[in-house]
Every structure is written in C-alpha cells, then in structure tokens.
C-alpha cells in the first residue's frame, strides 16, 4: 500500500516532533535530577554548618557556666538561634553534650598519638617530655570544653565511659614508651611507673587549666620538671644509679 506524500510528510514531522520533546523530557528530567542531588547537599552542608556552630556555643556555655548549670536555652542565646531552631537538631542538653564530647573525643586520639610516636623514644629525655606533653597540653588549652566535660561532675555516663576507655588506652601508650626505655624492668613495676607519671601529668594539668599567661606557662615549666626528675633516675644517663630508697613501714 503507498502513503500519499502529505500523509508521509505530516508523520515524519510528528516523528521528529515526539523525539524533540523526549530529549527535551529527558534533558528536563537530567536537570530535575541534578537539582534534586545537588538541593540535598546543600541541605546538609547548612544542617552541619548550623550543628558547629550550636557546639562552638555549647562548648563556651559549658565552660562558662559549667555543663551542670547550662541549658539549651543558653546555648541557643550564644549560638544566635532560637531554641525551636537547636531543637530541630538536638533533643536536649545531654545530647549537645555527648556530641561534642565524641567529636572532642575523635581529636584528641588523633593528638596523643602523634604525642605518643614511637619515633620520640629515640629522643633525650627532656625532648621525650616536650615531644609528648607540649601536644597533650596544648590541645586542652586550646579546648577548655574537653577539660570540662571529661573532668565535670553529672557528666553524660556515655561521655565518661569512654573517657575511661580513652584513659586506658593511653596508660598503655606510657607503658609501652618506658617498655622502650626500660626493657629488662619487668611489668608490673612499668605499669606502677607508668600510673604514677600518668597521675603527675593529670594533676599538674589541673594547674595549668586553672591558671592563665604566665602562671599557666610557669606551671607547664614545673610540671615537665617534675616529670624529669622522677623519670630520670630511672631511665636517663645516670639509670644505672638507682635512686636512693628508704624503708617505709606500713600497718
């Protein structure tokens, strides 16, 4: 059968028709689809900026008025939102808490291992101190709020419980450092040395957290003495001298 040349003309145009508006369908699909990806993105890349900013206010109310005696409302003021706007991405006060306590938590591994590289235990001792320490200290002073939540009373039972197994782990770290230093000593004396520097560390931390300027630097300068001097007798130069012991009776 032959199709009349009109007929045979009017359908190749609505063929070319159909498939222009496919492409265009399509193009317009691809294009929806795009914004649709992209729109989610930038969604969340608003939700994340928002949830910084409410920790950086958590993290100055908490060391401003304590994590017991701060609230959301509180933090919501500092943080320049309203509380319906906290709430859109925390429940409570406990929450903001355990949230900037893991990502607290999360920087400071990152900075005791570095402090705690086994390359540091080919170093003197007194640069082993300034290796280790200088990194542990500073990253305190430069996060008051870690002080607080790790140390605070009525602290989020999450929050110190891996507080607990953060402090585990890094009294292995100064166990294995000294292991380095002192190989022949056996275990068990390693680990009472290595509790007890861990302690001297924890209290003169305490110091220097509560002090400022000068005083604060004065009493990072006594801490690291303290540390030398007890450490030394047992691994520096004169090691082979042990200190000098005296007989304490216990009941």
């Not at 729109?39 to 206010?57: C, D, F, H, K, N």
């Not at 110091?207 to 990072?220: C, N, Q």
Request: proline residues 6%.
């Amino acid at each position: 059968m032959t199709v009349p040349e009109g007929k045979a003309n009017k359908t190749a145009t609505e063929a070319a028709v159909e498939a222009a508006t496919e492409a265009a369908g399509a193009a317009g699909a691809a294009t929806d689809g795009a914004a649709d990806s992209a729109r989610p993105r930038r969604r969340q890349a608003r939700g994340e900026a928002r949830i910084a900013q409410l920790l950086r206010a958590a993290a100055d109310v908490f060391c401003t008025s304590g994590y017991t005696a701060s609230s959301t409302n509180a933090i919501a003021r500092e943080a320049g939102v309203s509380p319906g706007t906290l709430y859109q991405f925390f429940p409570n006060k406990e929450a903001i808490a355990v949230e900037l306590g893991d990502r607290l938590l999360d920087r400071w591994r990152d900075t005791y291992g570095a402090a705690f590289d086994q390359s540091h235990t080919e170093l003197p001792l007194d640069r082993l101190l300034d290796a280790v320490l200088d990194p542990l200290i500073a990253f305190n002073c430069e996060n008051p709020a870690f002080f607080v939540l790790m140390h605070g009373s009525e602290i989020p039972g999450q929050i110190t419980e891996a507080h607990d197994t953060l402090h585990a782990t890094m009294l292995t770290r100064v166990e294995s450092v000294l292991a380095d230093y002192l190989p022949d000593m056996p275990v068990p004396q390693i680990h009472r040395i290595a509790e007890m520097a861990f302690m001297v560390f924890k209290a003169g931390l305490d110091l220097i957290m509560a002090s400022e300027g000068e005083e604060r630097a004065a009493y990072i300068q006594e801490l690291k003495t303290v540390m030398f001097r007890y450490l030394d007798p047992l691994v520096g130069d004169d090691a082979s001298c042990p200190a000098p012991t005296e007989r304490i009776d216990t009941p």
